[in-house]
Structures are given as C-alpha cells and as structure tokens.
T-cell receptor
Framework: EAGVAQSPRYKIIEKRQSVAFWCNPI?????LYWYQQILGQGPKLLIQ????????DSQLPKDRFSAERLKGVDSTLKIQPAKLEDSAVYLC???????????FGPGTRLTVL | DAKTTQPNSMESNEEEPVHLPCNHS???????IHWYRQLPSQGPEYVIH???SNVNNRMASLAIAEDRKSSTLILHRATLRDAAVYYC????????????FGTGTRLKVLA
C-alpha cells in the first residue's frame, strides 16, 4: 500500500513569510496527525484530526498556525507569519483509528531565515 | 503529561543483541507502551507495542516489567541498518489517544 505522502520535502523562507505543507494519508485512515520535530528532539504533536474534525490541537500555536482536513482525506498545515523558531521538520502521520500504530510520512524540512 | 526516560545513546556490535531500556514510572493502568524508531532523514516507524505481557514480532521483542514502570526493547541481532533513534512512547488512553514522544536513544551499531 502507498505510504503517507508529504510535500514539499524542503522549504526555505524568510521570517514573517507564509508557508503551507500538504499531506495525503494512507487511504482509509481516519486519524491524521501533524507533528513538529525540532533538531535533536522527539516529535511534538501539533494537531490530531478524526476524519475532518479536530480532536486535539492543544499544542498548536493558534496565533500563527492553522490546519484543515477537508473531506476527511488530505490535510494542509499553514504558518503565517513564520518565526525563526519554526525551523523544524513537520511530520504528518495517519492511522486507521487513534489507538492503532501510526504511519509517518518523510516530513517537510522548514528553514526560516 | 506522562513521560518516558531513556539513555541518550547506546552502542552495539553488529550481530549482537541489543537491550534498549525505558523507564515510565508515571504510567497508568490503561496506557500502552509503544516503540518507534527513526532512521536518518525519515519519519518514525512503528516497531512494537504492549500493555502488560511481553511481546514478540519480526522486528523485535518487548519485555515489560511486572509493575509496568519500565520496559526493554530487544533487538536480537543488530545490523548496521538498525542504527537509528529509538523512541519509547506511552499511548495515553484517557481522553484523546495520543503519543508523547521523549528524546529517544540514539543507537550506534559498530561493524
């Protein structure tokens, strides 16, 4: 089966610019996650969707980050405006249901200058 | 938040067994213990999980202490391809099911 797809793989922007990341989960997976992984740290959950509804966004900086999952399939994560500390790898993952193993995409490496 | 504690790094010789320890003293009775690993420039991948009993699969074995406050991931014969960061994670089952990742153990495999 095809894995989780993410694009772009790399993105370099200047601070205060906007950026968007796209994720296509494994077909049929109801739960979708966005994680932020800063260099040298483990992934941190930003937001979790169940179908197209938000289940947990307690660690999403809502003043600058937004995410949506239209029609319960693809998802986009947006940062507007970006700060230097947003430089990280953004990982998307999906699972059949929230307590099953998660399948991760390759991530998008964001560099904010 | 529930937390796991792992050594920052470990080394192993190729084709020898590796025991990766994890402490999770704040685990609650319904939390699952999951292990993932992350190869360089890739997303994490699932290795194994358990609740109370020891578990085996094609990749590894998971030994869980009787009091569940610690666990050990066992790679039976390390290969160079096993060099990765290994994360011990609690799956919190109260409220929304979610992972809390720690900083993991970086495993180096020596040829």
């Amino acid at each position: 089966e095809a894995g989780v797809a993410q694009s772009p793989r790399y993105k370099i922007i200047e601070k205060r610019q906007s950026v968007a990341f796209w994720c296509n989960p494994i077909s049929g997976h109801a739960t979708l996650y966005w994680y932020q992984q800063i260099l040298g740290q483990g992934p941190k959950l930003l937001i979790q969707f169940q179908n197209n509804g938000v289940v947990d966004d307690s660690q999403l900086p809502k003043d600058r980050f937004s995410a949506e999952r239209l029609k319960g399939v693809d998802s986009t994560l947006k940062i507007q405006p970006a700060k230097l500390e947003d430089s990280a790898v953004y990982l998307c993952a999906s699972s059949w249901v929230s307590y099953n193993e998660q399948f991760f995409g390759p991530g998008t490496r964001l560099t904010v200058l | 938040d529930a937390k796991t504690t792992q050594p920052n790094s470990m080394e192993s010789n190729e084709e020898e067994p590796v025991h990766l320890p994890c402490n999770h003293s704040t685990i609650s009775g319904t939390d699952y213990i999951h292990w993932y690993r992350q190869l360089p420039s890739q997303g994490p991948e699932y290795v194994i999980h358990g609740l109370t009993s020891n578990v085996n699969n094609r990749m590894a074995s998971l030994a869980i202490a009787e009091d569940r406050k610690s666990s050990t991931l066992i790679l039976h014969r390390a290969t160079l391809r096993d060099a990765a960061v290994y994360y011990c994670i609690l799956l919190i089952t109260s409220g929304t099911y979610k992972y809390i990742f720690g900083t993991g153990t970086r495993l180096k495999v020596l040829a």
